[in-house]
C-alpha cells in the first residue's frame, strides 16, 4: 500500500475530525459571537471528549478487528461477533454495580478483564484458523451468555436504578464524557494499536499457512496471545468508557484489505483510520439527523453495519459454495 | 565433507519417535514411506514447527530464536497443505515476508509462473498454486529446502520438470533438498538418497539402488519394485512389519 493511500486516509480522518468539533455550525458560530468563554469551553468540554473518543474507539474497532480476522484467518472475526464487546461489557457492569467501584480505572480494568475472558473462551472454544460456522455459534454462545450474565448482574445489583442506568452506555454512546475520562480510553487504545502494529509482518505471514509462518520463524502462539490481550485491552478500555459499539471492527478490515491487496497484517493500519473515519461519520450523523432526538451511535452503527455483516455472509457462501 | 544439516533428536510426542539425520550439500534425498509414517512430521521437526523438539544446525547454526530473514536464508519449507485463506495475488503471495532483496524472477521464469503473477490465488488451479507455493519457498535462495509433496497435483510433465529443476538446484547450485515423495518410482530415480520411514521413526537410510536391493521397502509397503513397475504384493502384506 502506497504512502499516498495512507496519506489520503489519514486526511479523511483529520476531516471527520474538524467536522465533528465543527458541526452543527451555528450554534458554535452563534455562541461565539455571544460569548467566546462559553463557546471554547463547549468546544472543549463538551465536543472534543466526544470526538477524541470517536477517533479512538473506531480507531481500536479497526485495528484489532483487523488484527483478530488476522489470527481465525476468518473475515468474519471481529471482536463485537466474537462476544469480546460483550465480555468487556459484563466486566465493567460487574465492576460498576457489584462490586460498585466506579472510577474509570476500575471500570477499564474490569472490562479489560472481562474481554480477555471472552476472546480466550472463544480461542479454547474454536481453536485457531476456525471454520467459519464454528466460530460464529462460539462467538454466539459467548455473546448470549455474557448478555445473559450482564443482566443477571444488573437484576441483582444493590441499586434499583441499575437497569435504566446502565441502558444508554450499553448502547453505546460517547455523549457527556469528559476529557479524563476519553484518555482512559485513549491512552489503552493507542498503546494496543502501536503494539499491535509490530506483530504486522508475523499476521501477514499467517497467509502463507500457519506452518509456513512458523517455518520462517515468527512464534505464532506467542503472537495469538498478544493479539488477544492487545484486543482485549484496546476495545475493553473503549467499551469501560463508551459501552459496546458494534459492526465497525467488522467493516474496517474488510475495506483496508481492499487497500493491501489482502494482506492481513498490513491491513491493521489502514482498517484503524477508517474504523476512526467510520465511527467519526456516525456520531456525525446521529447528533445532525434531523430526528428531534440523539440516537445512541451503537444503534447506527448497528442498523448499518447488520445489512453489511448479511452481504458478507451471502458473499462468503456464494464463494465457498460448490 | 561434512554435512550442511545436522538434526538430533527431533521428535513430536504421537507423531515422531525421536529421529537423528545429516542432509548434504549437493544432494537430493528423496523421504518415502506409508501414509501416516511421519514424513510430514520429520519435516515438521526440521523446519521448528511446534510442537516439535531437537536441535538443528544448518551450516553450523542453531536455526531456532533466529531472525526470520536469517533463517529462511537457510532453509524454506513448503507445506502439504495448497490451501490459502487469504485471496492475495500469487505476487504480492510470493513476496509475503521475503526476506529484503530476494530477487525470485529467475525462479517464477523457471517454474513459468509469469502469466499466474496478477491473479488471485483463490482463482488458480490447485496444480497453479502449487507451483506458485514452490516459487514461494524457492524465493529466498536457501541453502536448505524441505518439501512436503510438491509433485503432488502436478500434471505429468511438469513433475518431470519440477523433479529436474529441484535437482540442478542440489547438483548445480549445491543446496540440500529433503523432498517427501509419494510416488516410490519418482523417488527412487531421482533421487540421490532415499530415507524411508515407517511407523513414526526412520527405518532406512540409504542409495536408492541399494534400498531396493535390500528389500526393506518391499517390506514397508508391501509393494514390489521391479524395474520401472510397481507392482502390488498383496499377499505380503501379513507380514509386513
Not at chain 1, 450474565?149 to 464524557?177: C, H, I, K, N, Q
Not at chain 1, 448499518?304 to 464463494?319: E, N, Q
Request: proline content about 6%; some cysteine; glycine content about 8%.
Amino acid at each position: 500500500m502506497s504512502a499516498r493511500t495512507i496519506l489520503a486516509l489519514v486526511g479523511l480522518v483529520v476531516l471527520a475530525f474538524a467536522l465533528s468539533m465543527a458541526l452543527p455550525w451555528s450554534s458554535i458560530d452563534y455562541l461565539f459571537r455571544r460569548d467566546p468563554v462559553l463557546a471554547r469551553g463547549l468546544l472543549v468540554e463538551l465536543r472534543l471528549p466526544r470526538a477524541l473518543l470517536a477517533l479512538t474507539y473506531g480507531a481500536a474497532l479497526g485495528a484489532c478487528g483487523a488484527a483478530v480476522q488476522a489470527i481465525f484467518a476468518n473475515p468474519l472475526a471481529s471482536p463485537d461477533l466474537t462476544g469480546t464487546t460483550s465480555g468487556a461489557a459484563l466486566g465493567a457492569v460487574v465492576t460498576a454495580y457489584l462490586l460498585e467501584l466506579a472510577s474509570p480505572f476500575a471500570l477499564s480494568l474490569g472490562s479489560i478483564a472481562g474481554a480477555t475472558g471472552a476472546l480466550g473462551l472463544l480461542l479454547a472454544l474454536s481453536g485457531p484458523r476456525a471454520e467459519t460456522s464454528t466460530l460464529l455459534l462460539a462467538g454466539l454462545a459467548i455473546s448470549a451468555l455474557a448478555g445473559a450474565l450482564t443482566t443477571l448482574a444488573l437484576a441483582l445489583a444493590p441499586s434499583p436504578f441499575a437497569f435504566y442506568d446502565a441502558y444508554e452506555w450499553l448502547m453505546g454512546s460517547l455523549v457527556d464524557r469528559s476529557l479524563a475520562q476519553a484518555a482512559f480510553a485513549l491512552v489503552p487504545a493507542a498503546v494496543a494499536i502501536l503494539l499491535l502494529w509490530r506483530q504486522v509482518p508475523a499476521l501477514d505471514s499467517l497467509a502463507l499457512g500457519e506452518q509456513s509462518a512458523e517455518a520462517i520463524g515468527y512464534d505464532i502462539g506467542r503472537v495469538r496471545l498478544w493479539v488477544v490481550v492487545l484486543t482485549a485491552i484496546g476495545v475493553g478500555a473503549c467499551v469501560a468508557i463508551c459501552g459496546a459499539i458494534g459492526f465497525v471492527g467488522l467493516v474496517a478490515p474488510v475495506f483496508a484489505r481492499r487497500l493491501t491487496g489482502n494482506r492481513p497484517g498490513s491491513a491493521i493500519l489502514p482498517a484503524a483510520l477508517i474504523g476512526a473515519a467510520l465511527l467519526l461519520a456516525a456520531d456525525l450523523a446521529v447528533r445532525t439527523a434531523p430526528l428531534g432526538r440523539t440516537l445512541p451511535i451503537g444503534v447506527a452503527t448497528a442498523v448499518l453495519g447488520a445489512p453489511f455483516f448479511l452481504w458478507l455472509v451471502t458473499h462468503m457462501r456464494w464463494k465457498l459454495g460448490p | 565433507m561434512s554435512p550442511l544439516v545436522t538434526a538430533q533428536d527431533l521428535a513430536i510426542a504421537g507423531r515422531l519417535e525421536p529421529s537423528s539425520l545429516e542432509l548434504r550439500a549437493g544432494e537430493l534425498v528423496g523421504l518415502v514411506g506409508p501414509n501416516g509414517s511421519g514424513k510430514t512430521s520429520l519435516l515438521h521437526a526440521l523446519a521448528g514447527i511446534p510442537p516439535s523438539t531437537g536441535n538443528v544446525r544448518i551450516a553450523g547454526q542453531i536455526t531456532k530464536g533466529m531472525h526470520p530473514d536469517h533463517r529462511q536464508r537457510l532453509f524454506t519449507f513448503l507445506p502439504a497443505s495448497r490451501d490459502v485463506v487469504w485471496p492475495l495475488k500469487a505476487r504480492d503471495l510470493i513476496s509475503l515476508a521475503l526476506p529484503r532483496g530476494a530477487d525470485w524472477a529467475k525462479v517464477a521464469e523457471r517454474l513459468d509462473i509469469g502469466a499466474l503473477l496478477d491473479r488471485r490465488m483463490d482463482r488458480l488451479s490447485t496444480g497453479e498454486r502449487s507451483r506458485v507455493m514452490i516459487a514461494r519457498a524457492l524465493a529466498p535462495d536457501p541453502r536448505l529446502l524441505l518439501l512436503d509433496e510438491p509433485i503432488a497435483n502436478l500434471d505429468p510433465l511438469w513433475q518431470l520438470l519440477l523433479l529436474d529443476e529441484l535437482r540442478r538446484l542440489a547438483h548445480d547450485e549445491d543446496k540440500a533438498l529433503l523432498v517427501a515423495i509419494h510416488d516410490l518410482r519418482a523417488a527412487a530415480e531421482w533421487s540421490d538418497r532415499l530415507i524411508l520411514m515407517s511407523e513414526r521413526q526412520i527405518r532406512a537410510d540409504a542409495a536408492p539402488s541399494a534400498l531396493v536391493a535390500s528389500g526393506l521397502i518391499e517390506k514397508v509397503f508391501g509393494v514390489e519394485l521391479a524395474g520401472a513397475d510397481l507392482r502390488l504384493r498383496l499377499a505380503d502384506r501379513q507380514s509386513s512389519p
